[in-house]
């Protein structure tokens, strides 16, 4: 029986028994009434009431129970509620805290920066190679570099008669020149402002000499074959990066680096002739400039996710510096020789393709100005064609092949006749 009824009926039958008009007819009937009969009376009363008294107790014992089940069901649900916030406050504390998505109006407005997009490790190695990287303590970098030079040069030596017909000699002479350089450069960086690096190079290098038409003749054709290696000319440079790369403006780095005349000077060296007297070609390799050179410049980089661009401009110059001599012709011809300075630019980008691997592209130009000698005991003279204009636009891939080793490889096409025709190169890189 549901609780609600139960009770309303176990009130109606107390207000029925002990209410006023119930106790009259129970007087009246008692009068008429035998001693036998009251006592059948009063067994159907106590019958009534014990029944009463079981249907009270159920709905105590129901009210009970509803009771006991609605605190076991509080009771759990506080656990939980408890156990739920205990985890929670378990996760955030292994979590780092994290910027709340959205502050009060009220709070008072806050500057945000803008972090710049984090360079890819393959992007790094492209980019060291035209600018710098601050964040490798340790760098030690080995390379070979290929490159050929071919130049050909038609000499007329004579006169034109009516304006039309060519008398004299003839000659048409070909310069060939292959270049392996092997460099071993170790770049290390003292804090996020100061780098060091040193350059040791070792170049060998295979010259081929030809020439034909002498006497007007196809017929006769000579050649030479001059090749040697030796170290090539130490570099020793200092990077300051004046300005790190942040919101709006690129990362500036100055430069001045100082290349040692520890390679084989070109001054001096004897030179041959052939048989006929048509070729004349030095009879040893040089492999440096012979004359100690100063340069400064600086370059900057700039992160546009996933790619970098950069930009350098440098000049260079060199000390003059005296020598026993300078021609090489029989007998000594002593004098002073100054080369002359360059100005160099570049500009290009790198591209990462994925974490590991990259690639890049840039444009090289240099520009020379004519060097100038100075014979003992007379003024200084400038030297012909020898103000150079040298031009490549160069394509390159970054692979990086362990956490600590990568493969860096570029290939340049020369633009100009004073540039040479193509060079590869491939580096490795190992950072500690």
């Known amino acids: ?96 805290q994290q910027p709340r998505a959205q502050e009060p109006a009220s709070s008072a407005p806050v500057a945000q920066v803008k972090k710049e997009p984090e360079r890819s490790r393959s992007t790094d190695d492209v980019l060291q190679e035209a600018h710098n990287v601050f964040d490798r303590k340790l760098t030690v970098e080995s390379s070979m570099t290929y490159s050929y030079y071919g130049r050909k040069d038609l000499v007329l030596r004579g006169f034109l008669a009516l304006d039309a017909i060519f008398l004299g000699n003839l000659n048409l002479d070909r310069i060939r020149s292959n270049t392996v350089q092997l460099d071993l450069t170790t770049r290390y960086t003292l804090n996020d402002q100061w780098q060091f690096e040193m350059g040791f190079p070792y170049v060998y290098r295979l010259n081929k000499y030809e020439s034909v038409g002498e006497g007007n003749s196809s017929q006769l054709y000579e050649s030479a074959k001059v090749e040697g290696g030796q170290i090539g000319d130490m570099s020793l440079a200092a990077y300051y990066r004046v300005m790190t790369e942040g919101n709006g403006w690129p990362d500036w780095v100055w430069n001045v680096r100082v290349r040692l005349p520890t390679g084989t000077d070109p001054f001096g060296i004897e030179l041959e002739s052939s048989e006929s007297g048509n070729l004349t070609y030095p009879v040893d390799i040089a492999t440096g400039a012979g004359v100690l050179g100063l340069s400064t410049g600086f370059s900057l980089a700039k992160t546009y996710d996933p790619a ?113 025709d193509y060079q590869l190169s491939l580096r490795f890189p190992y950072r500690f």
């Open 308 to 420: 970098i661009v950069f930009f350098n401009l440098n000049y260079g110059t060199f000390i003059p510096e005296e020598y026993g001599d300078l021609s090489g012709l029989p007998g000594l011809s002593p004098g002073e020789i100054d080369l002359g300075d360059y100005i160099d630019y570049s500009l290009g980008l790198a591209f990462a393709v994925s974490e590991r691997m990259s690639i890049g592209m840039s444009f090289n130009q240099r520009f020379y100005a004519k060097t100038q000698q100075r014979p003992k005991g007379s003024d200084w003279q400038d030297i012909t064609r020898t103000d150079t204009n040298t031009a490549s636009l160069g394509l390159g891939a970054t692979l990086a092949l362990t956490e600590n080793l990568s493969m860096v490889t570029s290939i340049g096409a020369g633009l100009t006749e004073d540039s040479p």
């Open 1 to 96: 029986m549901d609780v609600k009824w139960t009770k309303v009926a176990l009130l109606v039958s107390i207000a029925c028994v002990n209410s006023p008009c119930f106790a009259a007819d129970n007087d009246q009937n008692q009068a008429s009434m035998t001693e036998a009969d009251e006592l059948q009376l009063l067994k159907k009363q106590l019958i009534f009431l014990n029944k009463q008294a079981q249907m009270q107790q159920q709905a105590i014992n129901q009210m009970a129970q509803k009771i006991l089940a609605k605190e076991a069901t509080l009771n759990q649900s506080q656990r939980n509620t408890t156990d739920a916030q205990e985890q929670a406050a378990q996760t955030i504390e292994r979590q780092p």
